[in-house]
Antibody, heavy 121, light 107 residues
């Protein structure tokens, strides 16, 4: 059974940093792309970042480029999102999702429960 | 970047009604479109991929169609369990983009 479990969210001051983790089970990361999608409170879904199944290609939304880094540890089956220079508009629930295939341009067939990141002084 | 626009933003229908939600892309995305259902306080759930392919376990009252820039998802007979917000997503080119969502309510 595929499961995704995010952790690492919390309250952080503007300019601070956080590292989100997504522990995957029921499949191996090197066969599927993984992505992070966020949802500000009461708003819609926004794609943030993706990594291909090979791990060789990463993608970022313009709004986070240069501040966020996606990575993975295939030995632990965990995907990370390192977030630096956080701003108030980064406040959202962050979802980890599994791609349907290894190529990063894909639909997302399994989602975690989300972890809330709140950026405020 | 490709923009996705859904209509309507909110809709109210009776149990048993046929419900259709439209999603328009700012440029052609071929058939690379997915639909997700999100219930309050829950993660999104994949309903349909590549325009018209039903994800495993999704009730057959859901269907999708379209190509190029205009797409629809239809619920053939609305059920109380279908109350949710529905999002389309294009994955033809990066960055992937979601529509703004359509909230479906029971009248």
């Amino acid at each position: 059974e595929v499961q995704l479990l995010e952790s690492g969210g919390g309250l952080v001051q503007p300019g601070g940093s956080l590292r989100l983790s997504c522990a995957a089970s029921g499949f191996t990361l090197n066969k599927f792309a993984m992505t992070w999608v966020r949802q500000p409170p009461g708003k819609g879904l926004e794609w943030v970042s993706a990594i291909s199944g090979s791990g060789g290609t990463t993608y970022y939304a313009d709004s986070v480029k240069g501040r966020f880094t996606i990575s993975r540890d295939t030995s632990k089956n965990i995907v990370y999102l390192q977030m630096l220079s956080l701003r108030a508009d980064d406040t959202a629930t962050y979802y980890c999702a599994k791609g349907s295939i290894a190529v990063a341009g894909t639909s997302y067939d399994y989602w975690g429960q989300g972890t809330l990141v709140a950026v405020s002084s | 970047d490709i923009q996705m626009t859904q209509s309507p933003s909110i809709m109210s229908a009776s149990v048993g009604d046929r419900v259709t939600i439209t999603c328009r892309a700012s440029q052609s995305i071929s058939s690379w479109l997915a639909w997700y259902q999100q219930k309050p306080g829950k993660a999104p759930k994949l309903l349909i991929y590549k325009t018209s392919n039903l994800e495993s376990g999704v009730p057959s009252r859901f269907s999708g169609s379209g190509s190029g820039t205009e797409f629809t998802v239809t619920i053939s007979s609305l059920q109380p369990d279908d109350v949710a917000t529905y999002y389309c997503q294009q994955y033809n080119t990066f960055p992937p983009a979601f529509g703004q969502g359509t909230k479906v309510e029971i009248k």
